[in-house]
């Protein structure tokens, strides 16, 4: 079964610095694009960042210069580094990734992680 995992979420004060990873494993032929999304109470889920299998990336206005995208393709991971934390950061970050399942059949796939809570609080 193929599944996204994050993890690297917790509480952090404001002007502090997480590091979220995403690991897809199963039966993958190949991975096109990842990102990141977050969901605070109350509100609709939103684009963070997303990147391609080469590289390019694109970032919400709300993160730019704060956060970076990256990935390594040969772990089936990406990355979310978050510096300058803010209070308005506080939400659940989901993970995901359009992908192309392994075996006979090749399955295109869009997958959503389990998400994980960052906090920015004092």
């Known amino acids: 079964q193929v599944q996204l995992v994050e993890s690297g979420g917790g509480l952090v004060q404001p002007g502090g610095s997480l590091r979220l990873s995403c690991a897809a494993s199963g039966s993958i032929f190949s991975i096109n694009a990842m990102g990141w999304y977050r969901q605070a109470p109350g509100k609709e889920r939103e684009l963070v960042a997303t990147i391609t299998s080469g590289g390019t990336t694109n970032y919400a206005d709300s993160v730019k210069g704060r956060f970076t995208i990256s990935r390594d393709n040969a772990k089936n991971t990406v990355y979310l580094q978050m510096n300058s934390l803010k209070p308005e950061d506080t939400a659940v970050y989901y993970c995901?990734?359009?992908?192309?399942?392994?075996?006979?059949?090749?399955?295109?796939?869009?997958?959503w992680g389990q998400g994980t809570q960052v906090t920015v609080s004092s």
């Open positions: 995901n990734a359009d992908l192309t399942t392994g075996g006979i059949l090749r399955i295109p796939l869009n997958l």
